[in-house]
Each structure stands twice: as structure tokens, then as C-alpha cells.
């Protein structure tokens, strides 16, 4: 579940539109901390009287992973998630005259936030990153005269997902490797009951990265193969890039270019997760 209680936002927007501030620059307001805390606490209270287990998509602050530890230390099977533009950027990006490209939803928080999300990934409060993909173009999200609450949320992530997480999760001492391919890979798949996906096992699925740590390359949005005409990340160096990924033992993608054929995908049916496999 998104977690963002709608009252909490409807009345803090309700409040800055009446007070004139309608530009980007206030768009953190609009979404604050508390919105999460109401929202993740709820969860946890159905959670407590149905037995269910519950998904928390793309956390962002320091208030939601409280609310998190806090549930997890009632033994609720509740998961927590965050997504890459908690790891690297920060609110000021709301300030420049481009603010609308980094719109999303929860909002970018401060640097402490950023740091206990990194905190969170390495203890193992935070169960995974999820990319959240949901790009527009520059044009949808720039468009003149737009209130933080009418720019489309969302920004560009999956190609970027893993060289950016090894180049500044694993390359600067913030995440082991193993660690980084558990919270991309292997519990993504143990939380949803994908059997055969996660990791390299006899009888799996052979769902592979073939990944250069070594690579150094700039990003561009120029040279990724979504729609979308920028990239949140745009100029970052990053040390590591995939080469291959091979999809049920067959190359998929190799050398920058995509070689899966059409209709090769399948469905893939989930497992309910049990009590003891969380």
C-alpha cells in the first residue's frame, strides 16, 4: 500500500493553496512526515486484527521507518520498501526553476532522512527497493502555470536501479553486496511468493545480471531505453553497469541493447506467503 494518509495531505494542501503558496517549492508541505505515520500506524492496526501481511511502498522518512519498527517489534507481518530517489537526493531540489522533474510521491525529505534510509537498508528494518518507474516527459512535467498538487508524480528509475545502488550503496560501505542483491532480488520474491526468482538455484527460473563492477559510465538520459527525455540523475557518475540479463536462461539484453523477443514473457503465479517465511 501507498502510505500517505489523504486526509493528512488534503488538509495540509487545502492550507497552502489558501495561503497562496501554489508553487513547487511548497510541495513538501503539501505531503509531510506525519501523512506516513498516520498511514503505516493504520496499516498496522488491520494488520493486528486480520493476520494479514502488508506491503509498504516507497517510505521516505525518518517518521515512516519509526512507524515500521514499531510494527515489526509487534511481530505484524508488515514489510517496508523505499525507492532510489530516497537514497540519493534531497528536498533542495525543490527549490531550483526545474523543481516540478523530481515531483513524486511521498516528496524528497532532508539529508537525515536520506541517511536512515541507508541505516534502515543495512539493518534490515527496510525490506527492499522497488524502482516506483513512472516517468513523463519534460514537457508534461514543466508545463507553465502547474501547482505542486497538478504536476504528474513520478520519475524515471529501472535502468538505473542497480548501478546506482552498487555505486553508492556497496562501492562507498553503506550496503554489502550480498545485502544489495537480497533487498533488489531475493526478498522482492520471497514477499510476493515468486518461486523460482531471486536467486540462482537448481530448478530456478535462471533469471540472471551478468554485472561489470568495474564500469564507469555518466548517465544520460539520451542513452536509456525509456520514453522519457530526462533522467533524475542525469550527469551522475557511477561505478558498475549490467552487460547481460538473461530471462529463463536466454539473453534478454546484452551490450546496451534489448534482444528480448516479443510475447516471450509469462505469467507468473504467485505463492501465498506464509507466517514463517517472513
Known amino acids: 500500500m501507498h502510505a500517505e494518509d489523504h486526509g493528512v495531505v488534503a488538509r495540509a494542501t487545502a492550507e497552502l493553496h489558501a495561503a497562496g503558496h501554489d508553487g513547487v517549492r511548497y510541495f513538501p508541505e503539501s505531503r509531510p512526515p506525519e501523512a506516513e505515520d498516520v498511514a503505516i500506524r493504520s496499516a498496522a492496526q488491520l494488520a493486528a486484527k486480520t493476520g494479514a501481511s502488508i506491503y509498504l511502498v516507497h517510505l521516505s522518512s525518518r517518521v515512516a521507518l519509526a512507524a515500521l519498527a514499531e510494527a515489526k517489534a509487534r511481530g505484524l507481518h508488515v514489510y517496508g520498501e523505499t525507492r532510489p530517489l530516497y537514497l540519493y537526493l534531497t528536498r533542495e531540489r525543490f527549490e531550483r526553476p526545474d523543481a516540478a522533474l523530481w515531483v513524486g510521491q511521498p516528496p524528497l525529505r532532508e539529508r537525515d532522512d536520506v541517511d536512515a534510509m541507508w541505516d534502515a537498508l543495512r539493518s534490515g528494518l527496510l525490506d527492499t527497493v522497488g524502482t516506483d518507474h513512472y516517468p513523463h516527459r519534460r514537457a508534461a512535467k514543466l508545463a507553465p502555470g502547474l501547482a505542486f498538487d497538478r504536476v504528474p508524480p513520478g520519475v524515471a528509475n529501472l535502468e538505473t536501479l542497480l548501478p546506482m545502488l552498487y555505486s553508492e550503496g556497496v562501492r562507498r560501505g553503506r550496503l554489502t553486496v550480498e545485502r544489495m542483491v537480497d ?61 547481460v540479463t538473461l530471462l529463463r536462461g536466454e539473453i534478454a539484453y546484452a551490450k546496451g541493447e534489448v534482444l528480448a523477443r516479443p510475447g516471450s514473457g509469462r505469467l507468473v503465479a504467485r505463492a501465498a506467503l506464509s507466517a514463517s517465511s517472513s
Open 183 to 243: 533487498v533488489l532480488a531475493t526478498s522482492p520474491a520471497r514477499i510476493a511468493g515468486l518461486r523460482g526468482k531471486g536467486e540462482i538455484a537448481v530448478g530456478g527460473d535462471a533469471d540472471i545480471v551478468i554485472f561489470d563492477p568495474d564500469t564507469t559510465r555518466t548517465i544520460r538520459a539520451s542513452e536509456m531505453h525509456s520514453a522519457c527525455d530526462y533522467d533524475p540523475y542525469e550527469g551522475w557518475e557511477v561505478t558498475g553497469w549490467p552487460t
